[in-house]
């Protein structure tokens, strides 16, 4: 019978190669070695249920390919895993994080609406699947191409995959088009970014331009992420003040820490920052806060969230009043050009509400060259005819609108 080392071993091997039916396999394995009695460490656990969770996303074709979105293997392995983890609910408390973010998948993937799948790309990254993270934000950007958050999440993935240059490139993207109340999440990312491409290559000018960067980001706005970020950058520099303005932003940040035990923490993150300078050193924590993460159905929010801009709306018609309220969603990037810039780069968003009994939709037509935002009256009739026209054979309404019934 093989070893546990011994699986181990040749998982870390598939997971290497992307082999994910032979590390499934093994994975499947080293659980009924640990169910049988055989003992198996809390971080030996949790990073194989991590890996037969990435073994079991497999290509990622479910989440990448929209007109599939065939998702059966992936809910069966999940299942099986949630069996496995109520007989033995003690394995549980330490992949907890995992399960929760491969159950997340499992129903956003249901809708996969361009804020589902921001969420999935950043989910996929706790399951340790950067590349598929890669292409499920590439394809959003297809349409919402200065979308600063799948920017952001796309940065973190080539981190996660050292490919520093590229992650760098997409994070300057986000900060250049990130709205005002949003410039935080980039500039953390790039802080993270510099951060490990200077422990890559011990170049000291990634070292400083990752403390400039952290020093802005929490000029902004101290919360965990940010303080976070900006202690492993000053922890990597060793530099003392850097290290003690650390300290500092860390307890505005937690406040629940005691100097005590900041202090500690940053004994261990040296202590491990010597014994592995490559190592990212401090944990990874949530990148986004729940308000970034909530309920944004407003046209205001679509927009300022998947293109990156705040909207020009003109004062006509009581547009404002309509375009801040909720229940908005996306209907497509229409292939007619704007009327007014005369570039491909008019994307529509519906709102539902009911006339008479009969299901009808509020129209939001947004530019992203002019920037402006409209209900459609402003647009030449002939125009808006041939965008109405192009957007409802590529995406009819009403299989994307949820209070709508489809035929």
Partial sequence: METLLSLLDQSAHARASQDWSKLEALSVQVLQLAYKGTPVDEQALKSIIQSYLASIIGTGEFLVNLESRDSSKYQEGLSKLLEFLKKRPHYFESAADLVQAAQEISLLSLDPIPANRNKIGKLLRTLSRPDISILVCKQILETTRLNYYSLTVLCGAYCDLQRFDEAIEVADKALKFSPEGGRTYPLTALVRAHTLKFKATGDISEIELALEYGHKALDLRIDSYAANAFVAAAVASGNADEIAYAQEVLGKAEPQLRKADIAALFQAYQASQALAPEASVVEVVEEFDEEYFGDFDSLIDLVTREQGFYPVIPDLRNMMSLFV??????????????????????????????????????????????????????????????????????????????????P
């Fill in 325 to 406: 309220k909720g229940g908005w969603f996306f209907q497509g990037l229409s292939y007619s050009p704007c009327p007014k810039c005369e570039k491909v780069a008019v994307h529509a968003y519906r709102k539902h509400f009911k006339r008479y009994g009969k299901d009808m939709h509020y129209w939001g037509l947004v530019c992203d060259e002019c920037k402006y935002a409209t209900d459609s009256v402003d647009f030449d009739k002939k125009a808006f005819a041939l965008i109405s026209k192009d957007l409802e054979e590529r995406f009819p309404v009403s299989g994307l609108c949820h209070d709508c019934v489809a």
